[in-house]
């Protein structure tokens, strides 16, 4: 069957508008054509489409934050200061903080791969940094050797 672009294209917004759909892939589930055909079309790419599913979206997300705010639940309570708080206030609310950090005094790790091991002067060597900035061999050939 042949499809006219004008005709899918306002399908598509009537799908979009009357389902609420968020997503491309909704839009082309409920379309009469194939999903080839939708994008042979470059449906997806028409700024129409595009501003339908973007105010749906709008649309959801403020009223998701509306029943945050509105909620007696601690966790919704949560969920909505998340939503509102600063960089230090979210740090603060923030219980799995991860911040890497090395022990004082110690360096990091320095590790160099070879694209030509077969070259005398290009071996594959992993070497640890000491605390005061020597190289260690206890680590060569990018195996970590124990100390016993």
Same mark, same amino acid.
């Given at each position: 069957?042949?499809?006219?672009?004008?005709?899918? /294209?306002?399908?598509?917004? *009537? @799908?979009?508008?009357?389902?609420?759909?968020?997503?491309?892939?909704?839009?082309?589930?409920?379309? $009469?054509?194939?999903?080839?055909?939708?994008? *042979?079309?470059?449906?997806?790419?028409?700024?129409? =489409?595009?501003?339908?599913?973007?105010? !749906?979206? =709008?649309?959801?997300?403020? %009223?998701?934050?509306?029943?945050?705010? /509105?909620?007696?639940?601690?966790?919704?309570?949560? @969920?909505?200061?998340?939503?509102? @708080?600063? !960089?230090?206030?979210?740090?603060?609310?923030?219980?799995?903080? *991860?911040?890497?950090? $090395?022990?004082?005094?110690?360096?990091?790790?320095?590790?160099?791969?070879? $694209?030509?091991? !077969? %070259?005398?002067?290009? =071996?594959?060597? !992993?070497?640890?940094?000491?605390?005061?900035?020597?190289?260690?061999?206890?680590?060569?050939?990018? /195996?970590?050797?124990?100390?016993?």
């Amino acid at each position: 069957m042949t499809y006219k672009t004008h005709e899918l /294209e306002q399908a598509a917004l *009537q @799908a979009i508008k009357t389902r609420k759909l968020l997503f491309i892939e909704d839009v082309v589930a409920c379309l $009469l054509c194939s999903k080839p055909t939708f994008y *042979q079309h470059k449906l997806n790419e028409l700024d129409s =489409i595009k501003d339908a599913i973007s105010f !749906n979206r =709008i649309e959801t997300k403020l %009223k998701i934050r509306e029943k945050l705010f /509105e909620s007696d639940n601690p966790i919704a309570l949560i @969920a909505s200061y998340k939503l509102v @708080a600063n !960089n230090d206030e979210l740090d603060r609310l923030t219980t799995n903080r *991860q911040t890497p950090r $090395l022990p004082e005094g110690n360096k990091p790790m320095v590790v160099t791969f070879s $694209l030509n091991p !077969n %070259k005398e002067n290009d =071996i594959v060597r !992993n070497k640890l940094l000491t605390t005061s900035g020597s190289l260690d061999d206890s680590a060569v050939d990018g /195996e970590l050797l124990d100390d016993d």
